[in-house]
């Protein structure tokens, strides 16, 4: 190849050529593994919004009969605690749901009832936006499947992010000395 002419050492060549050689492969892996650990981050997502819609619309036909049932016993009370109850299970599913995929989520009462109602809010303007404008606008079948599964991600993304504000805090990853500090101070 480089036989002499130019003075070079063609073993030298050769190593030089061979680390090049394994720095693309070493190059190539990463890649490889960015796409998959995408592909699953996606996934996630989509299973997150497929799960939380099977099981809301399962919720929806539940509570609009007891719904019904609370209005006609106890009028503007039983829509009252129609809603709280729709607003706290759907914070219950999504955490649920969150700590089953990425992370725990806090689950208190009012933790649960401050993460549905955002959740509940956001879901219907993302939805609103994204899913029902679009069959509105476009009706068909077609348009149908193709916001529902748009819609799904959509939700697994808004679930994930508006549970990560009531993201649990991993309190084992304190060392000892932090611990017995803090059973010192009382905090």
């Avoid at 060549?13 to 050689?21: A, D, G, M, R, Y």
Wanted: charged share 20%; glycine share 10%; no cysteine.
């Amino acid at each position: 190849m480089w036989k002499g002419k130019l003075g070079l050492d063609e073993s030298k060549i050769e190593e030089v050529l061979e680390s090049f050689k394994k720095a693309e492969a070493k190059e190539d892996k990463p890649k490889i593994k960015e796409k998959e650990k995408a592909w699953k981050i996606i996934t996630k997502y989509f299973i997150h919004g497929i799960v939380f819609s099977f099981f809301f619309t399962v919720l929806v036909i539940a509570w609009t009969i007891g719904l019904l049932m609370l209005v006609v016993l106890g009028s503007f009370i039983g829509l009252a605690i129609g809603v709280a109850v729709l607003i706290l299970t759907v914070g219950f599913l999504n955490a649920v749901i969150t700590t089953q995929l990425w992370f725990k989520v806090k689950t208190g009462f009012w933790d649960l009832l401050l993460h549905g109602l955002v959740f509940f809010i956001v879901l219907l303007i993302v939805n609103g936006i994204f899913v029902m404008g679009p069959r509105f606008v476009f009706p068909g079948i077609a348009t149908t499947i193709i916001t529902f599964i748009i819609g799904s991600f959509l939700d697994g993304l808004v679930g994930k992010r508006i549970a990560g504000w009531w993201k649990e805090e991993n309190r084992e990853a304190f060392s000892e000395a932090t611990k017995s500090e803090w059973t010192d101070k009382k905090l």
